[in-house]
């Protein structure tokens, strides 16, 4: 019921105040808004959005006042509901991105005139004209024939239910929103595209078929010289003339395309009056049949273009005579001449061509009657003598096929007739409402078209006599138009109606595949076809008609409808196919957006018609299907390599996400089996100042261990607050990302902010990955600049990184001396990779040369194993234990156990001890000073601070206690504590150069300098050394220790690869 409101200001009345009063009110409420769209916000720069103009957000700026001051800063990018709403209100579904739709928007709006076309006109007769056509009027008798009705119902029945399967799910994705037009997406699109051009090739041939054929034989250029030339004569004719139309409907289509869609009601009308022709024939033969007598010859069938008289002798005057057909088959006019065999043996009849629907000839053409090329039409049920076939057969007057026929040939000539089905949503912009009429109107066209198929299959077949179905050309019956035949009043309305019609489809398709061809060039998603989307000023497409017409010329040069029609078929079902797809995946997927308001779909609907387009493709041609779905898997790819991101791409990566979710909840069941474990790295970069990746190498590393499978997580930290560092993580994401693009390392990127270093590093650890998808593997690179002072976190860090690597139950790669690794492009024509197996934790040492030696770089180096064997072991027994177990491992290696014997610890080991704990101690103690000095100052500012703030407390509390507490710091007391600083530093160092090496430290350092020793003697020039990293000390303040054992361990080595395993077994003897 219609509802009256007033609108109310809340703030006070107008009557309230006086005129100037609210005049100045109004001015500082403008100014106050001027001033807040000059410089307020939160400094995001405003956006030109879709539906809200600037011009409109200040003009609504004025009326906002303050009642909606809590969202004022974000109105830039959170426009008011009412604007949305206004602007939503004006929208109109012109193309965008077109050039001329996008200049001077407004004033073209008024322009535009409101749609207008409702379901009858707008969709319901296009996508009539459409699916009536050639096919109907020249074949659908012939495979009526040929299948006979029950095969040729089968096969109607399967195209007829694919195309209304297909229309179901048009018009789900059609009323799912509004429909911008006829851009399905690129792949669809093309198909589409494809399968129209190829339409107009098939109807110009319909065209010229039925001038040369039935309305002027006479105009034909080329004549057949010798027997059995007919086909090629008429293959060459179709080729001139089909050539000679396309250049003239080009010219029209480009002249004057308006007039082309005026005349579409009058062929349009040529197609219905030639329907009720043949329905008006059909019940006439009921009663009255058409005189149409065929001449047999024992079974065969005679052609009756060469004789009149369907007789072998006439008497006339009681004197014999022989007729035409006679001399046809023997060699001379005389009765004892020479005749044919099978002239001689057999007896001419004459039966009616068209004995009616009351007949019973329906039970005749029930069955199929499939031939060979070249063989001859004949009557089944019919007497007849075989004579010796030495006669030459080529030129009798027999009506022979032209091709050889089969039921799956059939379908593919037949589907271009339920083609057209997309001929409404075409339209769409010139609809009153789209998403009403889409549907409704295409389904009642496929009923409507699949009712007059599958009747006419039946009506043909209980009216016509076989012989008569089966000759393709009408020869049998004076070279008339089969279908003709049956029509009332006359065949000519047939031959002229159908002429008509098929020259209009024909210009009707010259004029849409440019169109849809400039709309997905303009859609930017195929970008090599975008030359396409230029045209006249008008917006006319003049390179895609070019395009056009040279793609119809190939159909042309095929010149043969039959061949034409089975290439067309493909590229309509392929469309089709993907129409279904996308409907299925977007109803499985249950996306949000996905709200169609035609409700009578359901996936296993959409699944069905995908189905049965994919069984009619092979049905049709297995190698048509291959060669189409190889095209269409092309521009898929094409426009994926190319990045194009359009709408049709959302279910796909729909379905993808969905199948991720899927395998995610299925991988975290359980831990991977050994035989399935690889690594999954998380691989730790650091970044500079300008978020650049420091070593660039490590992710080349990565590509080489990885190659390409398994998962990779690469991740950095910047220190900060994240609201501050948003812009920075974003540039950092991009560096990391093109450099892992640069050195094809697959994987994802994470960037994390933190406070500090340390718990982002902790951060990644923990939380990296997802579900059943997280790293097992952490790899880094070893730190340069420990040693440094300024540096001083640097070690800190990676300690704690070590140490919650084995909490978490994680390997650990650590690289040494990472920029001296090899990028992706070097290759290593030899060399050794080298494994120091000094204590097992669970054979990665093993696993990780193998996998390196995959990619090309390390292809050709050696794998040799190196073991540490003590004083109490037998290093032989140790070396045939080990060539054993990696026979077991199936991995190729050189094996060497080397002895280390226990021996005094060296003066060196002692000294580099020594050295160690000093340089720590004395950085403690400079650490401690440094502390010192700094709470001092502090405490010295605070106190400064204080005695200006509130000097009358501060007496009082001097006066109070005079002895604790100082409000001065002369120089005597600077000079003093200076000194006092001094002398604890001097003797602090004094402490540092007195002491003595710690014990376990020094045992360590023997370790390290001895089993460096060894290393180098071995592996001086190895490509690569795999050593175990040991695990940092319990107590943790031996950490800084703990780095100069792994610096020593190492010294002298090119290329390090430290590796500490997770403690599980990750490599197994069982396949």
């Known amino acids: ?44 720069a405003r956006e030109s959005r879709p539906f809200i103009n600037s011009a409109e957000l200040n003009r609504g700026n004025t009326y906002e006042g303050k009642n909606m001051a809590l969202f004022e800063e974000e109105m830039d990018s959170n426009p008011m509901v009412s604007s949305l709403l206004n602007k939503l209100a004006n929208y109109t579904n012109l193309t965008q991105g077109v050039v001329e739709h996008e200049a001077d928007e407004d004033s073209k709006r008024k322009e535009v005139k409101g749609p207008r076309m409702g379901t009858f006109i707008g969709v319901y007769l296009p996508c009539l004209q459409n699916i009536l056509g050639v096919i109907l009027f020249l074949r659908l008798t012939w495979i009526v024939g040929t299948a006979g009705v029950l095969e040729s119902f089968i096969i109607v029945f399967m195209c007829c239910a694919c195309t209304m399967l297909t229309a179901i799910s048009m018009s789900a994705i059609a009323t799912n929103g509004v429909v911008p037009g006829p851009e399905f997406g690129g792949a669809v699109g093309l198909c589409f595209y494809l399968g129209t051009t190829f339409a107009g090739a098939m109807y110009i041939l319909g065209t010229i078929e039925i001038l040369l054929t039935y309305i002027s034989p006479s105009a034909a250029i080329f004549k057949a010289e010798e027997v059995g030339e007919e086909t090629e004569a008429m293959l060459n004719n179709m080729r001139v003339y089909g050539t000679c139309i396309i250049i003239l409907m080009a010219i029209v289509v480009f002249v004057g395309v308006k007039y082309v869609n005026k005349l579409a009601l009058v062929f349009l009308a040529c197609v219905i009056l030639s329907i009720i022709a043949i329905y008006a024939g059909v019940i006439k033969t009921a009663f009255d049949p058409p005189d149409f007598p065929i001449c047999l010859l024992g079974n065969r069938t005679l052609s009756k273009r060469s004789f009149d008289v369907c007789a072998k002798f006439t008497e006339s005057n009681n004197e014999t005579k022989t007729t035409p057909l006679w001399r046809l088959f023997c060699d001379s006019s005389l009765l004892n ?100 009429s889409i549907p409704t109107g295409t389904i009642l066209a496929i009923s409507t078209t699949s009712f007059i198929y599958l009747s006419c299959i039946v009506l043909f077949g209980a009216c016509i006599e076989g012989v008569i179905l089966r000759d393709k050309f009408g020869e049998a019956v004076n070279g008339n138009l089969v279908v003709g035949t049956l029509a009332w009043p006359s065949p000519w309305v047939i031959v002229i109606g159908s002429f008509f019609s098929t020259c209009g489809a024909g210009l009707q398709s010259l004029t849409g595949a440019p169109r849809l061809l400039q709309a997905i060039a303009r859609d930017g998603i195929v970008p090599f076809i975008q030359i396409f989307g230029h045209g006249k000023a008008n917006g006319e497409p003049t390179w895609a008609l070019l395009l056009t017409a040279g793609i119809c010329e190939i159909g042309i040069l095929i010149a043969s409808l039959d061949s034409v029609a089975p290439i067309l078929s493909m590229f309509f079902l392929m469309c089709y196919m993907f129409v279904n797809l996308a409907c299925a995946v977007q109803t499985l997927l249950r996306t949000p957006n996905w709200r169609p308001r035609f409700k009578y779909y359901h996936w296993t609907l959409s699944f069905l018609g995908m189905s049965l387009c994919l069984a009619l493709m092979f049905i049709c041609s297995w190698y048509y299907a291959l060669i189409a779905m190889l095209i269409a898997g092309c521009i898929y790819k094409y426009i994926e390599y190319r990045g194009a991101e359009k709408e049709w791409g959302d279910g796909i990566r729909g379905l993808s ?94 960037i994390v902010v933190s406070p500090n270093f340390r718990d982002g590093i902790s951060y990644l650890i923990q939380s990296a990955g997802l579900g059943g998808m997280k790293h097992n593997t952490v790899l880094m690179a070893w730190p340069q600049s420990w040693k440094q002072t300024e540096n001083r976190f640097s070690w800190k860090n990676f300690v704690d990184t070590v140490r919650e690597t084995t909490a978490a139950q994680q390997a650990l790669l650590v690289a040494k001396n990472i920029d001296l690794f090899p990028t992706n492009q070097e290759r290593f024509t030899e060399g050794n990779i080298d494994v120091w197996w000094i204590v097992h934790d669970g054979g990665m040492l093993m696993l990780l040369p193998f996998l390196l030696r995959q990619h090309k770089v390390w292809r050709k180096c050696k794998m040799r194993i190196f073991t540490v064997a003590q004083m109490d072991d037998n290093s032989i027994q140790m ?27 060296s003066a060196f080991t002692y000294e580099k001890t020594l050295m160690m704990e000093q340089r720590s101690q004395m950085l403690k103690q400079m650490q401690l000073s440094k502390n010192e000095r700094e709470r001092e100052a502090q405490l010295i500012h605070d106190r400064n601070t204080a005695s200006h703030s509130a000097p009358a407390v501060e007496a009082s509390v001097a006066a109070a206690v005079p002895e604790k507490v100082q409000m001065t710091w002369t120089k005597e007391k600077f000079a003093a504590e200076k000194h006092k600083t001094k002398d604890s530093n001097v003797s602090g160092f004094k402490d540092v150069f007195n002491m003595k090496p710690n014990q376990s430290n020094v045992r360590r350092m023997h370790t390290a300098v001895k089993l460096n020793g060894v290393v180098l003697n071995k592996s001086q020039h190895a490509q690569l050394v795999l050593l175990n990293m040991p695990g940092p000390p319990k107590n943790r303040k031996g950490d800084e220790n703990y780095m100069e054992f792994l610096e020593v361990l190492t010294e002298g080595l090119d290329r390090v690869l430290l590796v500490r395993g997770s403690g599980r077994e990750v490599i197994t003897i069982y396949s």
């Not at 039921?407 to 912009?429: D, Q």
């Not at 691989?683 to 990746?693: A, G, H």
């Not at 077991?888 to 610890?905: K, T, W």
């Open 1 to 44: 019921m219609p509802t009256s409101f007033t609108v109310v200001p809340v703030e006070a009345q107008g009557e309230e105040r006086g005129p100037a009063e609210r005049d100045g009110q109004l001015q500082e409420e403008e100014d106050e808004d001027d001033e807040r769209d000059r410089g307020t916000g939160d400094g995001i």
């Open 657 to 750: 996400l969905n199948a991720a979710r899927y395998a995610l909840l299925r991988v975290e069941d359980g831990p991977p089996h050994t035989k399935n474990w690889r690594p999954q790295l998380l691989v730790l970069l650091n970044l500079d100042n300008e978020q650049l990746v420091k070593h660039p190498r490590l992710l080349s590393f990565t590509s080489q261990l990885k190659a390409g499978k398994g998962l990779t997580i690469v991740g950095s930290v910047l220190q900060g607050i994240y609201l501050d560092k948003c812009t920075e993580t974003q540039k950092a994401e991009e560096n990391v990302k093109a450099l892992m693009g640069v050195e094809k390392t697959k994987g994802f990127c994470q």
């Open 879 to 905: 070396k045939k234990d080990l060539q054993m177990f990696l026979y077991h491992l199936r991995l190729n290696a050189q094996v060497e156990v080397v002895e280390m014997f226990e021996n005094d610890i």
């Open 337 to 436: 001449a020479t005749c044919d065999d099978y002239f001689r043996l057999n007896n001419v009849t004459e039966i009616q061509g068209i004995p009616g629907i009351m007949s019973g000839v329906l039970t005749d053409n029930l069955w199929s009657t499939y031939s060979e090329k070249g063989s001859i039409v004949e009557k089944k049920d019919q007497p007849s003598i075989a004579g010796s076939e030495e006669t030459k057969m080529g030129g009798l007057p027999y009506v022979f096929t032209d091709i050889m026929t089969y039921f799956t040939m059939l379908v593919g000539i037949y589907f271009p007739s339920v083609t057209g089905i997309m001929a409404g949503s075409n339209r769409s912009g010139d609809l009153k409402d789209a998403q009403k």
